[in-house]
Nanobody, 124 residues
């Protein structure tokens, strides 16, 4: 079992930056996938960024490429999403997700463990 606990959401004006965090606890293998998803009111949950832990770089949705960066602090078992140049359309609840194995994707169906979510609000 794996537990994920997000933190760090908040409110910011357009053009600003925020960083959200996700602490990972439990039975963690040497190779696995972590990802960030987001869900705005009335919309489907969409993949934002994913990273293969144990050997890989980040993969991003087109809507956030060049603005968001996914990273992991191995010593703290904590996943981050650094969000720069934020836009009002980035407003959503952000979730971290975990999947066993080495085939990371931005598909919601690929992930079996989820955090509780943290709210990010970007005002114009």
């Amino acid at each position: 079992q794996v537990q994920l606990v997000e933190s760090g959401g908040g409110s910011v004006q357009a053009g600003g930056s925020l960083r959200v965090s996700c602490a990972v606890f439990g039975n963690i293998p040497s190779t696995y996938c972590l990802a960030w998803f987001r869900q705005a009111p009335g919309k489907e949950r969409e993949g934002v960024a994913t990273i293969l832990i144990g050997g890989g770089s980040g993969n991003y949705a087109d809507s956030v490429k060049g603005r968001f960066t996914i990273s992991l602090d191995n010593a703290r078992n904590t996943l981050y999403l650094q969000m720069n140049s934020l836009k009002p359309e980035d407003t959503a609840t952000y979730y971290c997700a975990f999947a066993y194995g080495g085939s990371c994707s931005l598909s919601r169906a690929a992930y079996g463990f989820w955090g509780q979510g943290t709210q990010v609000t970007v005002s114009s």
